[in-house]
């Protein structure tokens, strides 16, 4: 259940994101490459990680996604999955992996800590990442099993694959709205 | 902190005036297994000083627990040591039933030992596996991840979840063996036991492995216990320290086990450690599914454990022991108590203090890897930062306990 | 046995140690002065045998002075004997760090200094471990509330069913 802001409009109606037929095969295009090549940055702090770890391995494979290469450096990579708890000591340095990030960029909340705090509502935890950085897929679950990360990977292909997508971007992505 | 070497006048070999560098490994980073800011003082590449910063995860696990009756504190318990939730599990329950004084039925005891041991088999299988990781041999950890999926499996068909299992309840188990898990396990250790063996054959004598962790990270039997360490950490010194056989508890008495105890300190003994007592966490596995008997999983005071369901739809006192548990708690004598068990990295306690109600006054935990921490910076002083990591890893730092 | 350890440490310094007793499930333990733990410490240290470093930590008994308590957990290898000793510390009162017996004492110490905001005297390292620096308060004081958190990020404005609209740092 993508949402309906991300499909592309068969009629559109603001004059900016209407699309030529040229222009809507290659954002088809583009955007079947970008879904295909994940580049993930795991941003692992807790439980979570353990499911990440047999996520990545044989039995629950996340090659056949594509998305199996994990780069450690947050200009290399496209999806920034936040495995496990965030709190209030980490949330500066999750804020700055997020902006050294390049786009474009999803952001994967994995398990129920990363998405609304989970059961640590006190003074230490922050309660859901998407108080901090914009989040594209939630993964709920207390460590969610692999097969459904593989959903969520499945869920975030598709909504890459129906956004707007060009060759050459020439416009400056918005800043993600956040206090400064 | 810059330092300068002015070298003397005439000193043709004397290096060039350096500085020190200080590298933060900072709190994302694919080394450091959860999150650790290490504040690393190099000259050239070899370490003179470290600053650890923990706190990153540090999620109120003791405040939560206040507000908590004392049987749902199980979930957070959980998440210490996550790699192995059902040691901390019965470290919890041991505490109260210390403070209630109470008696567990024998089967609880020995299905709270089944579950323990296969879950110390998973924490030292991804330490181990994590080990070969960071030294670049990616297979172990395919392997060692394919033998702890499998224990997870069995453990999804006991308790429910695969890592963060919730199974022990104060005055015995929350649920019985399902049909047939008795030789679905058996097959399942015998499985694991092809990939330990397989994993030993592969890392232990290997001539790169050994010459990458043999003396690096050494630490002296006296030094490891003016610092605390307990568990493989302290056993590779040299000292023959184990809970289970000091001061057994549950049904460790009547096991028969070794204690691998090593001679060194260094980062290859602690990692032998862990092959070992993989063995015999196998061997303890077996023997307690042979004495095994069948009888009750849980007290039958319905003061500590809930009733049975049909007494709580058809009887009164059934819904009046069920309705006052489940909101107010169990009501533990008021008192304080300090219980500890042999968790995967070392000695696992809990110290409880009870105001006679149905919340926790306090809950202490100690967790085993804080001295292992606080000796880090004297382990890796002189060593070369690519050591850093090995001797990081062999301390098995686990996120969830550390900073709880 | 540590019953004898506790006998021991009453008959050698009197004053220090007072009020022993048995604890639920055989435990035994004392309470011991705060100017004086140091001392106590060593003599456990040099004479008894207890080399190794102990569980130290502190509970809030908010409603009683002295209102801290701290406990230290000792375990001696050589005799398998475990003593616990139990300081109570005032508001405000500092407490003598025995990290010059046992350097495994240092984080704990640290602990106690950052959870609860007891001052430790003669610590080498005394900084806040698990919260930030920015930090106001001690959180495992029981005055502390269980949700006050002090973000360092502002946070953003959701919009969403559950929680409404506004900004998340308002609870």
Redesign the interface.
């Known amino acids: 259940m993508s949402s309906d802001l991300d499909t592309l409009p068969v009629i559109a109606t603001r004059r900016d994101e209407a699309q030529s037929w040229l222009q809507k095969i290659v954002s088809k295009g583009v955007g079947w490459g970008r879904k295909y090549s994940l580049f993930q940055y795991p941003f692992v702090t807790a439980c979570c990680g353990m499911e990440y770890m047999s996520l990545q391995m044989a039995r629950y494979d996340l090659d056949r996604f594509g998305a199996a290469a994990p780069r450690f450096t947050p200009r290399q990579a496209d999806l920034l999955m936040v495995v496990g708890t965030i709190n209030c000591k980490q949330a500066p340095v999750l804020r700055r992996v997020y902006e050294q990030m390049a786009e474009p960029k999803w952001v994967m909340a994995f398990g129920v800590c990363a998405s609304s705090g989970g059961f640590y509502d006190n003074y230490a935890t922050v309660q859901g990442i998407d108080r901090i950085i914009p989040v594209d897929v939630y993964v709920p679950g207390c460590p969610p099993r692999p097969e459904q990360v593989i959903d969520a990977i499945i869920l975030l292909q598709k909504k890459i694959q129906d956004q707007p997508h060009k060759l050459f971007d020439r416009e400056k992505p918005p800043l993600p709205p956040a206090g400064r | 902190m810059a330092e300068e070497r002015v070298p003397a006048a005439d000193d043709l070999l004397a290096p060039l005036p350096t500085k020190k560098m200080v590298l933060n490994m900072?709190?994302?980073?694919?080394a450091t297994?959860?999150?650790t800011k290490f504040l690393v003082e190099l000259d050239g590449e070899t370490v003179t000083d470290l600053k650890i910063d923990?706190?990153?995860?540090?999620?109120?696990f003791?405040?939560?627990c206040?507000?908590s009756t004392w049987t749902q504190v199980f979930?957070?318990t959980d998440?210490l040591n996550?790699?192995s939730s059902i040691m901390n599990n019965v470290g919890y329950a041991l505490a109260v039933e210390?403070?209630c004084?109470l008696e567990i039925p024998e089967r609880a005891k020995y299905l709270r030992v089944v579950t323990s041991e296969l879950h110390r088999i998973c924490d030292h299988l991804?330490l181990v596996g994590a080990q070969g990781l960071e030294l670049g041999a990616m297979t172990i950890?395919?392997f060692a991840?394919?033998a702890?999926?499998l224990i997870?499996d069995r453990l999804t068909e006991l308790c429910g979840a695969?890592?963060?299992s919730n199974y022990a309840r104060i005055g015995g188990v929350a649920r019985d063996l399902p049909e047939g898990w008795i030789e679905k396990t058996l097959k399942t250790l015998d499985r694991t036991a092809e990939v330990r063996d397989e994993i030993d054959a592969l890392l232990s004598r290997n001539r790169i492995f050994a010459d990458r962790l043999r003396g690096v990270g050494a630490i002296s039997r006296?030094d490891a216990?003016?610092?605390?360490?307990?568990g493989p950490c302290l056993r590779a010194t040299g000292?023959p320290?184990d809970v289970r056989k000091?001061?057994p508890y549950l049904v460790y008495d009547r096991i028969d086990f070794d204690v691998p105890v090593g001679s060194n300190g260094d980062t290859l003994d602690r990692f032998l450690m862990r092959v070992e007592e993989l063995r015999q966490s196998d061997r303890i596995v077996r023997q307690c599914l042979q004495q095994m008997a069948p009888g009750e999983i849980i007290v039958e005071d319905f003061r500590y454990a809930l009733p049975p369901k049909p007494l709580v739809y058809g009887t009164i006192e059934g819904v009046m022991a069920h309705f006052k548990q489940i909101m107010e708690g169990i009501k533990v004598p008021a008192?304080?108590?300090?219980?500890y068990t042999e968790a995967a990295n070392g000695e696992l306690?809990f110290?409880l203090?009870s105001d006679g109600g149905g919340r926790p006054?306090?809950i202490?935990l100690?967790a085993p890897v804080?001295?292992m921490?606080?000796?880090l910076p004297q382990m890796t002083k002189g060593a070369l930062l690519a050591d850093l990591v090995p001797v990081y890893d062999s301390i098995n730092y686990i996120?969830?306990e550390v900073?709880? | 046995m540590s019953k004898a350890v506790i006998d021991a440490l009453v008959q050698r310094l009197p004053e220090a140690v007072y009020d022993p007793y048995v604890g639920v499930g055989g435990d035994d333990c004392a309470f011991v002065r705060r100017e004086r733990i140091v001392e106590v410490c060593r003599a456990l240290k040099q004479d008894l045998g207890f080399d190794m470093a102990p569980y130290v930590t502190a509970v809030d008994y908010l409603g009683q002075t002295p209102r801290f308590e701290v406990v230290y957990e000792c375990y001696s290898t050589k005799a398998n004997a475990r003593v616990r000793l139990r300081v109570k510390v005032g508001e405000g009162e500092e407490l003598p760090s025995v990290t010059s017996v046992w350097r495994g004492a240092n984080w704990f110490e640290r602990y106690v200094f950052d959870m609860y905001g007891i001052p430790v005297t003669g610590h080498p390292d005394l900084r806040r471990l698990l919260m930030y620096p920015e930090f106001e308060g001690n959180p495992l004081r029981k005055d502390y509330p269980l949700r006050g958190r002090q973000p360092l990020v502002p946070e953003r404005e959701i919009h969403d069913i559950f929680r409404g609209p506004g900004p998340a740092t308002r609870d």
Do not use: M
């Not at chain 2, 900072?26 to 694919?30: D, L, M, N, Q, R």
């Not at chain 2, 008192?335 to 219980?339: P, Q």
């Open positions: 900072g709190p994302s980073h694919p297994h959860g999150v923990i706190g990153y995860l540090h999620r109120g003791e405040k939560s206040e507000s979930p957070y998440r996550y790699v210390k403070l004084k991804t950890v395919i991840v394919e702890r999926d997870w695969r890592l963060t006296a216990l003016d610092y605390g360490f307990t000292e320290y000091a001061q008192g304080e108590a300090y219980s306690g110290y203090v006054y306090k202490g100690r804080w001295p921490l606080t000796a996120a969830g900073e709880q």
